[in-house]
């Protein structure tokens, strides 16, 4: 039975809990958690967005410590065996009562009133007890004690797989680098939409809503946003679809493809179709893109996307990547393989990554992820060029997988990635570049360009 909402009742804190809780029973992306309830809450104000957001995003961030210092706290039970509204309502008041400057008391205060209100007065005076031991932890020593005893991870907030990869694939002082940077919200980068409008225009309106606008030599489309005195969604640039939400290394993936204006592209896991998008700005709308993928919801995103956008050169197509419905003999001049990846390197931006993805879930997308390119390749023609791109810092996602598919396919070889925002990927692939936020001010992302050599049709 739907809950019903007094929006005069209802706190920051509670909003948030409920938002945890439908992502913690429904399996939805935390920004998928956010729209359904601000869209069964009705919830439009934007601050009060914002705000919400905010301390979602950063309980989220730190869900393994959270839990910890509630573990220790309740002693005889873990926090994943409480009901979902009471589990995410002692989350967000431990969020509060050691990661920001509220006072203690207030926070559990809140706390305290939501259980009453939505549960008994008894568990009520539960999660009273809780807090009042939350508050007698001392953060700092609890790390302090766990690191000396292999609980690095803790200080952190990551699950420990991913600590023990990322400091195998990074020397230790750059892996905390890039952990302490995960716990920071990222930078703003937005695309102008040239099909719309140029960028002088939309550098003259981002600073008239006082935003610092930074333009990115390499990509002269990309602006980095500081400031401004209300989200870059609610300006008359974003609002007049004048700008988009894209991250540096996402854009510079279509950069690295380089479409020509009369050229023919595949793009083969399209949505929701940020570089779809950047590419037909790229070809002025001209020549013809082909973007596919399998999932309803997401491919009407897309539409509504390249619409928006103003998109004309675009034939969107619901279909299985591994079933191409292509006559014998079709060929492009570009294919982009952007595959459903680990999403390890977005951390930063996905923070909920972190407590759904594993070791065996990394290793069945690479096998996806290799099929798609393998498939993806079939389909380029001789003197072609075939990107491969995905937003994850694991070596089975990446260069080990750009290997088996040189050692399978001699009539491919890699290219120069340009241009060179990154650095060089790991295991001698020098062609291909890597991206990490702590290096970048961007996502962690891996691209690689190859070129089809061997004069053969498609089978």
Known sequence: MPLKINLEEISREEAAAEVLCLWDEQSQSLRGAMGQLAQDWQIEDWRIRTAIHSLVFETIRRLNTIDFILNQALKKSQVTDLEPIIRNTLRVATYLIHYTDTAPALATNEAVSIIKRRKTKRLAGFVNAVLRKVQQINLNDMITTFQKRGHEELKYSVPRWLFDYINQILEPAEAEMFLSISLQNPSVYVRVNTLNQQ?????????????????????????????????VTQTDAYTQNAIYLQSLASALVSRILNPGSNDIILDLCAAPGSKTSHLAQLMKNQGSILALDNMPIRVQKMRRNLVRLGVRNTHVILTNGFKLPFRDGFQANHVLVDPPCSNTGVIQTRPEVKWTMTPEKVRQLSRIQSSLLDKGSKFVAPGGFVVYSTCSITLDENEHLIRDFLDANPNFHLVSTQPQLGSEAFEGLASCQRLFPHRNDTEGFFIAKFQRTQEKLVN
């Open 199 to 231: 960028p002088k225009i939309t550098m003259h309106q981002l600073e008239q809503a006082q935003f610092l606008c930074t333009p990115i030599t390499d990509l002269p489309e990309m602006f980095r946003l500081q400031r401004g005195i209300k989200p």
